[in-house]
């Protein structure tokens, strides 16, 4: 049974361009979280979302970040105009319910030059 | 607003010895779930053991187990007969029981060092 799976696993963007973050859920799962983890930091939630609708996304930054999770695919974070301050690694979890345990995928990390 | 607090920022243990880890929380809800996450030097986030706050027995996962307090707000966690492999970033986190939500709320996060 494959985990969660994230791609790409590293991703380098210049100032100003677009970053966009795949996220497939373990099968059976229909609850997605993104976090975000800055150098040195611990996670910080962004968004959760369940197929097709956003339900918390309190954690996410107003401008230039979107969260999707369409009926079909992988759940997409976007962040547009990118700017050094987004360098991290971006951490998505799903989970079976919203009870059930998150298991986490292995991150994408950021790097804004 | 519900908070994590893990006090230690690096922690040291001899291979085979026993350590712990603190974490402390606030909130003021009574129904809740408390989480070790381990992160490696691969990053990836790998979920060590989870109590949920009604039960009074502490969880236990082969070396890994918890020290539950809930008046007291602490959830440590113990690790018995420490590997090499143990040696991690661990981070306690929280997450209601109750409501639309289901974040999770990291600490800071405890670099444990393993010594051969």
């Known amino acids: 049974n494959a985990g969660v799976m994230q791609n790409p696993r590293h991703l380098v963007r210049r100032r100003g361009q677009e970053a966009r973050l795949r996220c497939s859920p373990m099968?059976?799962?229909?609850?997605v979280y993104w976090y975000r983890q800055l150098p040195e930091e611990g996670l910080k939630f962004m968004v959760y979302?369940?197929?097709?609708?956003?339900?918390?996304e309190s954690g996410m930054p107003k401008e230039r970040f979107s969260a999707e999770f369409p009926k079909e695919g992988p759940s997409i974070l976007r962040i547009q105009q990118v700017v050094r301050g987004d360098s991290a690694a971006y951490f998505c979890?799903?989970?079976?319910?919203?009870?059930?345990?998150?298991?986490f995928g292995p991150g994408t990390r950021l790097l804004v030059l | 607003a519900q908070t994590v607090t893990q006090s230690q920022p690096e922690m040291s243990v001899q291979e085979a010895e026993t350590v712990t880890l603190s974490c402390t929380y606030d909130?003021?809800?009574?129904?809740?779930?408390l989480f070790w996450y381990k992160q490696p030097p691969s990053r990836q986030m790998i979920l060590v053991i989870r109590?949920?706050?009604?039960?009074?027995q502490n969880a236990t996962e082969n070396r890994f187990s918890v020290n539950f307090q809930k008046a007291a707000k602490s959830f440590s966690l113990k690790i018995s007969d420490s590997q090499l492999g143990d040696a991690a970033m661990y981070f306690c986190?929280?997450?209601?029981?109750?409501?639309?939500?289901?974040?999770?709320?990291f600490g800071t996060g405890t670099l444990l060092a393993v010594q051969p």
């Open positions: 986190a929280y997450r209601s029981a109750g409501g639309a939500t289901n974040k999770l709320i």
């Open positions: 909130t003021s809800e009574s129904d809740y779930y």
């Open positions: 099968k059976g799962h229909s609850h």
């Open positions: 979890a799903s989970s079976q319910s919203a009870r059930e345990t998150q298991y």
């Open positions: 109590q949920e706050a009604y039960k009074q």
């Open positions: 979302l369940q197929k097709e609708n956003i339900i918390d």
